[in-house]
């Protein structure tokens, strides 16, 4: 068995900017088009008007201020409201391999590697643009990365549950060297058009190279433990998948996007979280005192707060749990990764960090990491 370490990691930040100000902005020009569009109904009471967002709602529930697009003059148009991508031929890369690309390009120059050092890819996403041929493997090729691919889906845990895969392939010796890369195209799957999650998501690309210590560079991540965890929760759903056409479903149901309840999500996983960290870091014989720094999942501000101070018995400080999502807002599986890249260059040799992802599923994932 061999020792593993998180050698790099790799950002792929896109080119679009949405503020909530023009989030809201268009938000309200569709509502506003919509109630006139259903006056009739409104005024009869069998149809409820759609109330406007507003930008100090969503700074206060969530910490969100901006997100990157891959498009954004689609989502912003109130007759359209979802991003406007051209099809693309079977000859060129599909967009998700594209910017999983760059963020492994990333990733590797990072670590001072090349596709050479690389035995396989793992595509971790919280959806996946098509079923085949895996978008791994068009990463794999496009890189020149000899060995095996695949895409994987767990949700905003992809992430993390992807590195425990490329941990256990690492450690058993069938690889060197993995890259874990986590192309997050949200907004091709959020609904735009309701109030209540319109602000959460974000597009963004993250990959980690997971390899053998005795090969990583100096100041690499030693992996310590990963843990993962799953229990069944309808509390958030995408319903859309290879089933809906035979079902004669329209594609604009709602449930053929992501669908939440908020509340009862964030209530149901901040505890189990926080006890899923305790007991992984009680495991290895630490406590939560003993890390220096939590790169948690980010879905929400006051989540986090919730998690830290159930972990630490006190407030983090933005040191201990740094936070992305106020730039990036929910990046679905990346945003721990993102917190990680954006947060590492000032731990010492010898402290200790935990990577933690939540989501639907539920799903949760840890990799506590030592320094080198
Ligand atoms: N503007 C103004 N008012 C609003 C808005 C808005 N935009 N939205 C809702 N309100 C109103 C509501 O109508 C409600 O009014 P009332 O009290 O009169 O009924 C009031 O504000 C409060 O609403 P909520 O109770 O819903 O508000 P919360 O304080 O709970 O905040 C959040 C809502 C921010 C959504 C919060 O509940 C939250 O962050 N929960 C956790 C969410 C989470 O972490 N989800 C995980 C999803 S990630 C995942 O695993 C899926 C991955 C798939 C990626 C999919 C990409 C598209």
């Known amino acids: 068995m061999h020792r593993v370490a998180i050698s790099s990691t790799g950002l792929f930040v896109p080119p679009e900017v ?17 109630n006139e569009k259903h006056a009739a109904e409104i005024a009869a009471g069998t149809r409820a008007a759609l109330t406007d967002s507003s930008v100090e709602f969503i700074e206060k529930a969530s910490g969100i201020q901006r997100r990157y697009v891959m ?29 999983g690309v760059k963020a492994c390009q990333d990733a590797l120059a990072a670590a001072g590697k090349t596709a050479a050092d ?57 690889a060197r060297a993995i890259l874990v890369v986590n192309p997050e195209i949200t907004s091709a799957h959020l609904a735009w058009m309701d109030r209540d999650c319109h602000f959460i998501f974000g597009d963004v690309c993250t990959a980690v190279l997971v390899e053998r210590l005795d090969l990583a560079p100096v100041g690499a991540f030693e992996v310590l433990g990963t843990r993962l965890l799953s229990t069944f929760s309808n509390a958030i759903r995408n319903n859309a998948g290879f089933m809906s056409r035979a079902e004669d479903r329209n594609p604009d149901d ?13 209530k149901e996983v901040c505890p189990m979280a926080a006890e899923h960290i305790a007991g992984h870091l009680a495991s290895l014989s630490l406590t939560p005192g003993d890390v220096r720094r939590f790169w948690l999942h980010q879905a929400n501000l006051s989540m986090n707060q919730f998690i830290s101070r159930k972990l630490l018995g006190r407030d983090a400080t933005v040191e201990e749990a740094p936070v992305i999502l106020d730039e990036f807002a929910n990046t679905a599986s990346a945003g721990s990764i993102i917190a990680f890249h954006r947060h ?11 990577i933690c992802s939540f989501g639907a599923g539920y799903s949760i994932g840890s990799v506590v990491v030592k320094k080198t």
Do not use: W
């Open 18 to 34: 949405i503020t909530n100000e023009e989030l809201v902005a268009a938000y309200n020009r569709y509502a506003r088009l919509e």
């Open 71 to 99: 498009e954004r003059s689609g989502v912003l148009d109130p007759e359209r409201m979802r991003p406007r991508f051209t099809p693309r031929p079977n000859t060129e890369i599909s967009m998700m391999a594209e910017i």
């Open 118 to 174: 690389v035995d396989g890819v793992i595509c971790a996403a919280a959806n996946m643009q098509r079923s085949y041929p895996a978008m791994g493997v068009e990463i794999q090729t496009a890189l020149g990365v000899q060995g095996y691919a695949f895409d994987m889906n767990v949700a905003c845990s992809s992430a993390t549950f992807g590195i425990e895969m490329a941990v256990n392939a690492v450690r058993t010796g069938s």
């Open 254 to 266: 709602r449930d053929q996007l992501f669908c939440q309840e908020g509340r009862k999500v964030f």
């Open 344 to 354: 590492h260059a000032d731990i010492e040799a010898g402290q200790v960090g935990v």
